[in-house]
């Protein structure tokens, strides 16, 4: 079953512009992660917080944590056509050896050059 | 960084059919592996975990007998689709975690099927 919800489920910006995505969870986690995927193509590995942390940094991307309201938030800054993608947030679980990532429904970006 | 890899990338099979996809963990251990299915403009939903030397555990509403899974060694596990209908046609994605790691999880990148 799916754990997260991101929003908006699409989201249309000019290069330059920044973009927010949320992601809304609903159980105890140990971990959030961040993915992207280009059209038909595998998964790449954004950025990883953990449930102890609260914010982090990655070149431009800026990820939010907030464990109380059970939601995280994804920043690019001063997009790229090329950041044009489906964003998707994950869970992992405590004592997360053998339990999967649970994956949000994602967001669609498109970057307008 | 470590390496899944999937075979095939692509295949097209006709209705009636079996599939077998492999997900082989390149560099590293892994006692369990997951596999997910992704349709069109959608999520990835979790199917199975794969666990080394031991049956697979399946997600509510995915058949076990329809989708087959072999865990034989700690670097490969493959996946089966039996009597492959169109509504079959899907992006599967394994992953795997290295043994005894709790956070990392590692994707291979996908194998697209076409049922005809």
């Known amino acids: 079953s799916q754990q997260g919800e991101e929003d908006p489920q699409a989201l249309s910006i000019q290069e330059g512009e920044n973009a927010t995505m949320n992601c809304s969870y609903k159980t105890s986690i140990n971990n959030l992660q961040w993915y992207r995927q280009n059209s038909g193509r595998g998964l790449v590995h954004l950025i990883l917080?953990?449930?102890?942390?609260r914010e982090k940094h990655s070149g431009r991307l800026r990820v939010t944590l907030d464990t109380s309201k059970k939601s995280s938030s994804l920043l690019i800054t001063a997009s790229r056509a090329a950041d044009t993608a489906s964003y998707f947030c994950?869970?992992?679980?405590?004592?997360?050896?053998?339990?999967?990532?649970?994956f949000g429904k994602g967001t669609r970006l498109s970057v307008i050059a | 960084g470590a390496v899944v890899s999937q075979h095939p990338s692509r295949v097209i099979c006709k209705s009636g059919t079996s599939v077998k996809i492999e997900c082989r963990s390149l560099d590293f251990q892994a006692t369990t592996m997951f596999w997910y299915r992704q349709f069109p403009k959608k999520s990835l939903m979790l199917m199975a975990t794969?666990?080394?030397?031991?049956?697979?555990?399946?997600e509510q509403g995915v058949e076990k007998d329809k989708f087959l899974i072999n865990h034989a060694s700690l670097t490969l596990s493959t996946l089966t689709v039996t009597s492959a209908h169109p509504e079959d046609s899907s992006f599967y994605i394994c992953s795997s975690r290295p043994s005894g790691t709790q956070e990392t999880q590692y994707f291979g990148p996908g194998t697209r099927l076409l049922v005809l």
């Open positions: 994950a869970t992992g679980m405590p004592n997360s050896g053998n339990t999967p990532l649970v």
């Open positions: 917080i953990r449930s102890n942390e």
């Open positions: 794969s666990n080394e030397g031991s049956k697979a555990t399946y």
